[in-house]
């Protein structure tokens, strides 16, 4: 499938006066893997929702890049328990 880019769901935010919430600025780490179709004329960005229908304004653009071969999963290895379970399926059809 072409035209897909990867997207991150991210954790909320901590409260700022919240000791765990870290330094201002710290990165915040996916909570789901999503894959969404690609904005018109914009490969490289995603249109306004994931293929399981979530609104993608809020989310990151992962920086992996899926090969596109058979067989090759289109999320990062690292977040594979991350991956939506919904948008999975309809990558895999």
């Known amino acids: 499938m072409s035209g897909i ?3 991150y769901e ?3 935010a901590v409260a700022a006066h ?8 710290a990165e915040r780490l996916p909570r789901r893997v999503h894959a969404a179709p690609a904005a018109p004329g914009r490969p490289d ?3 306004p929702r994931t293929l399981c229908g979530r609104d993608t304004f809020a ?3 992962a920086p992996h890049t899926s ?5 090759e999963p289109w999320y990062p290895a ?10 999975d399926a309809v990558m895999e059809v």
């Open 5 to 7: 880019v990867v997207v």
């Open 10 to 12: 991210l954790e909320q």
């Open 18 to 25: 919240t000791p765990a919430a870290g330094p201002p600025g």
């Open 45 to 47: 960005a995603a249109g």
């Open 59 to 61: 989310m990151t653009k």
């Open 67 to 71: 090969s596109g071969r058979p067989g």
């Open 78 to 87: 690292a977040y594979a328990s991350l991956v939506c379970p919904d948008c």
